[in-house]
């Protein structure tokens, strides 16, 4: 009757890896997937429920002569965790919040930890420690903290706060990621701003816009790219619609998202990073530029960036929302090649102290302290 009723999917690699199957109406029914030999594996039902489609059954086939069926995603990433830590000793560093529940409820793990990328407080502006916390981590605090070995993050400050209010079995400071080692680029142009990051809220990208154009007005020289998705694409829409009103087309880009040789030729040729962000457990985008000798002015917000930048040597740090504030320290920065030079040289000097070596130091102390996050 002209409906499609099965689709094939093919691994790359050269072996049909999944078949779709449809109902008549064209949605989703079950979905099968194979081995690389052609064996059924899983198999989820997904039904219709109040007119959104959604996955019902997990079907574990023939696992251990068994077939075994689970009401959610959530329960088969636990057994398969778990039957993990039941073949050989393993450690679970876990950092995608999302996950929280479904690792929680993993069984003979050597240890269970939580990584935190991003600042857990709900205000990174407020002075000391605060009980409040994001909404997508209060779950964590409360209702699984007690499941885990332990919390990791990235500063002293961030530890020291969270100990105040929240008694977790463990709390670590380790940093995680580490500067490569690059060579020094010889085509730089100290007008190139940049931005790399979400274009969502919580990263500010329009204040990103408003100092720009505040630079711009002294410098017109100057040009701003934006590196990184939307997160939702509205974000971007009125972007462009702030370049437009303020007539700087022609020297504002959205570049996307890309990652890898493209970033690395980005910031060998950038002046300057702007951060706006709301808050930042660790900036690896600041981390990544001052590895490239670049320069960066950011709003000062825990936790990381009061670490990586060092207010006046390689980069500044203003108040949060002080547009103005950060426009003047971009134009202190760029206003001459010598003293640009300056804050890149202190750029470069910063990047070293995370060093692969130094940052790996820091585990392998832990390692001595907290016997439960490496495997013996």
Avoid at 157 to 176: G, P, R
Avoid at 259 to 283: P, Q, R, W, Y
Avoid at 299 to 311: C, P
């Amino acid at each position: 009757m002209n409906h499609v009723v099965a689709k094939d999917i093919w691994d790359r690699r050269g072996f049909l890896s999944s078949t779709q199957y449809f109902h008549p109406d064209g949605t989703q029914g079950a979905q099968m997937f194979f081995d690389i030999n052609g064996t059924p594996k899983l198999e989820i039902t997904h039904m219709n429920i109040q007119g959104v489609l959604n996955p019902t059954m997990y079907k574990l086939l023939n696992y251990k002569g068994k077939n075994r069926r689970f009401n959610r995603e959530e329960e088969l990433f636990t057994f398969f965790m778990s039957e993990l830590a039941s073949q050989e000793p393993s450690v679970f560093i876990n950092d995608r919040p999302s996950l929280i529940p479904a690792v929680a409820t993993v069984s003979g793990a050597v240890g269970k930890w939580q990584l935190l990328h991003n600042s857990h407080s709900k205000n990174n502006q407020q002075a000391g420690a605060s009980r409040s916390v994001a909404d997508y981590l209060q779950d964590f605090f409360s209702l699984y903290k007690d499941n885990f070995d332990g919390l990791i993050v990235a500063t002293k400050q961030q530890k020291d706060e969270i100990s105040k209010y929240y008694d977790f079995k463990h709390i670590v400071t380790l940093t995680d990621t580490y500067s490569k080692k690059v060579k020094k680029s010889i085509s730089r142009d100290k007008n190139k701003i940049i931005y790399i990051g979400r274009l969502s809220l919580e990263k500010k990208p329009a204040d990103v816009l408003g100092i720009f154009a505040k630079v711009h007005e002294k410098f017109p020289e100057t040009s701003l790219d934006f590196y990184g998705y939307s997160s939702p694409l509205e974000v971007q829409k009125d972007l462009e619609k702030l370049v437009e009103a303020n007539n700087l087309k022609k020297v504002v880009n959205f570049k996307g998202y890309h990652s890898g040789e493209v970033i690395e030729a980005a910031l060998d040729k950038a002046g300057l990073l702007l951060n706006t962000s709301e808050g930042e457990a660790f900036g690896m985008n600041v981390l990544e530029a001052l590895n490239h000798g670049v320069p960066v002015v950011a709003y000062k917000v825990k936790y990381g960036l009061n670490e990586q930048i060092e207010d006046g040597g390689n980069g500044y740090l203003v108040p949060y929302g002080a547009i103005q504030t950060a426009a003047d320290s971009v134009i202190e920065i760029i206003r001459s090649k010598a003293n640009w030079d300056k804050f890149s040289r202190s750029a470069y000097a910063k990047a070293k102290e995370y060093s692969e070596e130094d940052v790996w130091s820091q585990w392998l102390n832990e390692k001595i302290i907290v016997d439960s996050l490496f495997i013996k």
